[in-house]
């Protein structure tokens, strides 16, 4: 059953064999699927909350109904995403700890390695390189230059992509209506203000400089 993996309480079933009471042996074997999924789940809300917010300040929109104070407006951003990062290394190292799939480090950094779900996994991976791309040069943006910074922080669109589709694929919660619904909303919004925030930088190339 290496190759197939069941969703929800289907899988937790599966696990108990014969449909034996789950011992202290199976409680514990299953802490990590919980982890990875919930880990993963929460990893990919504060993903979309960083782009949404982030997109928001860019484009200078208003949130709930005014601008928020610069002070704190600018702090939730790069909050957010670090809590993202925290919780994808959860993930990961739930996911490496579940002796169900049994993945290695190789399955989880290398795209298409895995034997499980590769293309699935593969999305994960690259949203994982993603994610420590946009991290490590946000933390060091005071030390680098103000293009190389803005480049590689616009694979935050790729990032958010990636994760989207890694979660519809690869998650046991995907085929939820709750969570296709959330995804829809978090696509729609995405798109939305990022269209927004080209429209603002076409208008602002388009004003005449004073001569």
């Known amino acids: 059953m290496r190759g197939q993996k069941l969703s929800g309480n289907s899988e937790v079933a599966h696990r108990v064999a014969g449909g034996a009471a789950p011992t202290i042996h199976h409680v514990n074997g299953t802490l990590p699927w919980y982890l990875a999924r919930s880990a993963g789940m929460v990893a990919w809300a504060l993903l979309t909350a960083s782009v949404l917010w982030g997109l928001l300040i860019s484009t200078k929109a208003k949130a709930f109904g005014k601008r928020p104070r610069p002070n704190w407006t600018l702090d939730l ?59 490590l040069t946000s933390l060091a943006r005071r030390q680098l230059p103000k293009q190389i910074w803005r480049a590689i922080h616009f694979a935050s669109f790729p990032l958010f992509l990636s994760a989207t589709v890694h979660a519809l694929t690869a998650c046991t919660d995907a085929g939820s209506l709750t969570f296709e619904l959330a995804a829809t909303a978090a696509i729609l919004s995405v798109a939305d203000l990022t269209a927004l925030r080209l429209a603002h930088a076409s208008q602002a190339t388009l004003v005449p400089v004073p001569s």
């Open 77 to 135: 951003h790069p909050y957010l995403g670090g809590l993202a990062a925290i919780f994808v290394g959860l993930h990961v190292v739930a996911i490496l700890l579940d002796s169900y799939i049994k993945f290695d480090l190789v399955s989880v950094l290398v795209p298409f390695a895995s034997s499980w779900r590769p293309v699935a996994v593969a999305w994960g991976s690259v949203a994982l390189w993603l994610l420590l791309a946009v991290e």
